[in-house]
């Protein structure tokens, strides 16, 4: 019998995640769409610790954004000297380090001109961005596919890690920010170059060498996971815009394109993704593994 037990508790289905979240200013069809993201989210990741997340609605502003509360150097973190999204922290420690949200994620309001494709509307017509599409694709990057590394829109290209506060300030947070102070995200200490120097190691911060770096073509993340799930080879980010996977031919569109969900509903996240989940520390689910594309 008691052998019978340690079988059973061998062969159970770990704890998938339970998100949480509260709505300011959605309508009801993009409410029901991000029920839609979360639910497969739910699926995808193993969590003792549920997560919150705040998803609003902006007048202005990119068609999506989002970002997460951090915590760093705590002793149930891997590593040290970078921030860790609190979803994830939480889901290595097993239980919530923060009583504060998340993540927050941000949504082009409905309006004149509005391009938004809901899943009542399926299939997806030319010109339509699919809502469930950039609600995963910014989702993920509240768990942690994310990077701080900020090269300047305007004035000098000076790259640094941390981003300056009016941009920090264009969106209204439900959590205090993180410090600005050249600490990385543990996205970050996964992206080198071909050469091998890695971003966060080998170039100084602020500087011109670092914007060259992140804008240098063969700028990729080179986690154990992602890269077998490439077939063995270095996952290409997209340079300047590091956060992102940029299309290659003959292979799936992949959720983290920069402009993800443009007459394209994707639905599931592919496996270079949930390899990269892996490689920041979080665990997947096998099932959601299998079906990714």
């Known amino acids: 019998m008691f052998l019978a037990f340690l079988l059973s508790l061998a062969l159970e289905e770990p704890k998938t995640a339970q998100i949480d979240v509260r709505y300011e200013n959605l309508s009801a069809e993009a409410q029901a769409d991000f029920e839609n993201a979360v639910a497969v989210w739910e699926r995808c990741l193993v969590s003792d610790a549920p997560i919150k997340i705040v998803a609003s609605s902006i007048k202005r502003g990119p068609t999506g954004f989002a970002n997460h509360n951090s915590v ?15 979803a994830l922290a939480s889901a290595l420690r097993g239980r919530r380090v923060t009583e504060q949200d998340d993540m927050n994620v941000f949504l082009k309001e409905a309006g004149d001109g509005d391009n938004w494709h809901f899943s009542q509307d399926d299939p997806i017509s030319e010109g339509k961005v699919d809502f469930i599409n950039v609600a995963m694709h910014e989702i993920a990057h509240g768990l942690g596919v994310s990077s701080v590394i900020f090269v300047p829109w305007e004035g000098e290209p000076i790259a640094s890690i941390g981003r300056p506060d009016e941009f920090v300030d264009f969106f209204e947070w439900s959590f205090p920010f993180r410090e600005q102070d050249g600490t990385p995200e543990v996205y970050d200490t996964f992206l080198k170059l071909a050469d091998g120097r890695r971003i966060t190691k080998d170039f100084p911060e602020p500087s011109l060498e670092l914007t060259y770096a992140v804008a240098n073509p063969t700028i990729h993340f080179d986690g154990k996971h992602a890269v077998a799930a490439n077939g063995g080879y270095p996952v290409g980010v997209t340079p300047l815009n590091v956060s992102h996977i940029p299309a290659f031919p003959r292979r799936a569109t992949p959720i983290m394109l920069a402009d993800s969900g443009q007459g394209e509903s994707i639905r599931h996240p592919d496996k270079i993704l949930l390899g990269m989940l892996r490689d920041l520390g979080w665990t997947i689910t096998d099932a959601c593994f299998e079906r990714g594309a």
């Not at 760093?72 to 999204?85: C, T």
Request: glycine fraction near 6%; charged fraction near 35%.
């Open 72 to 86: 760093r150097n705590k002793r149930y973190l891997p590593k040290r000297g970078v921030w860790y999204p609190t």
